[in-house]
């Protein structure tokens, strides 16, 4: 009887994300003014251009406003303003097409960076020589130890002097 309970009881919390309404976020201004590049060619989103009378970002934040008011949600009005200033308008680039490549490149790229850095250092330490034996230190010089070369050598130290 448990155990047909907590089947039960599972299989409810399994379809409640299905049964459940879905709840879109409310579209805000800030919302969709990040997803658009402003053209007056600062180079920075709708919603952080910092011009205070920019001829692009002040008339799209009010386009926004009344696309919104008109019950538009983000991806229609991002669409509206694609269709009318074409892809340059787009903060990132699609998923899609050509553009795909924007997403997949960089982290390509940092793959085979990293690949090519370890087969060098795996390279390296293969080429390393192996360390010589510890040698026997030198001999002394002939003669170090000759009283009378020293000696002779102490008596001309004296005359320079």
Known sequence: MKLALAIAMLALLAMAPVAAPAVSPK???????EGLTCQCGCGLTVANCNH???EF???????????IARGMDRPQIIAFFRAKYGEKVLS???????????WV??????LIGAMLVMLTISRWR???PAPAPSA??????PGAD?????RELERRLREEI
């Open 146 to 150: 000759n009283p009378a070369l020293r």
């Open 57 to 67: 970002s002040v008339p799209a934040r009010e386009k926004i406003d009344a696309l």
């Open 27 to 33: 579209t805000t201004r800030q919302a969709v003014s």
């Open 126 to 128: 293969a080429a390393r």
């Open 92 to 102: 990132a680039p699609t998923t899609q097409g050509f553009n795909l490549l924007a």
């Open 136 to 141: 026997a230190p030198e001999p002394a010089p």
């Open 52 to 54: 205070p009378n920019c």
């Open 105 to 110: 490149m960089p982290p390509l790229a940092m």
